[in-house]
Nanobody
Framework: HVQLVESGGGSVQTGGSLRLSCGAS????????MAWFRQAPGKEREGVAA????????YYSPSVAGRFTISKDSAKNTLYLHMNNLKPEDTAVYFC????????????????????WGQGTQVTVS
């Protein structure tokens, strides 16, 4: 089992930046996917970024491409989401997630196929 704990959320003005962190503990898998999702009030959960831990290849939704960067520090078992040029529509609870297997496509992962989820951290842009 994997435990995921997000941190780094908060309130920021339009155009500002935040860095979210997701610490992983427990059974740390390799050659799998880790990803960030978000869910705004009244909206469906949206996959925003994913990283394949085998080769660090990254994938982004069109809504955040060019503004958000997903990265990982394997030594610290930590996943990051660097968010720049934030907009009010980025306001949401952000969740990190992990898969057990890498035998998936990035599209499947960003559609919500994950085995482990964190509790979420609130990001508010005004």
């Amino acid at each position: 089992h994997v435990q995921l704990v997000e941190s780094g959320g908060g309130s920021v003005q339009t155009g500002g930046s935040l860095r979210l962190s997701c610490g992983a503990s427990g059974d740390i898998y390799s050659d799998n996917y880790m990803a960030w999702f978000r869910q705004a009030p009244g909206k469906e959960r949206e996959g925003v970024a994913a990283i394949y831990t085998g080769d660090s290849r990254t994938y982004y939704s069109p809504s955040v491409a060019g503004r958000f960067t997903i990265s990982k520090d394997s030594a610290k078992n930590t996943l990051y989401l660097h968010m720049n040029n934030l907009k009010p529509e980025d306001t949401a609870v952000y969740f990190c997630a992990a898969t057990r297997s890498g035998c998936l496509s990035a599209e499947q992962v960003l559609s919500g196929v994950a085995d482990y989820w964190g509790q979420g951290t609130q990001v508010t842009v005004s």
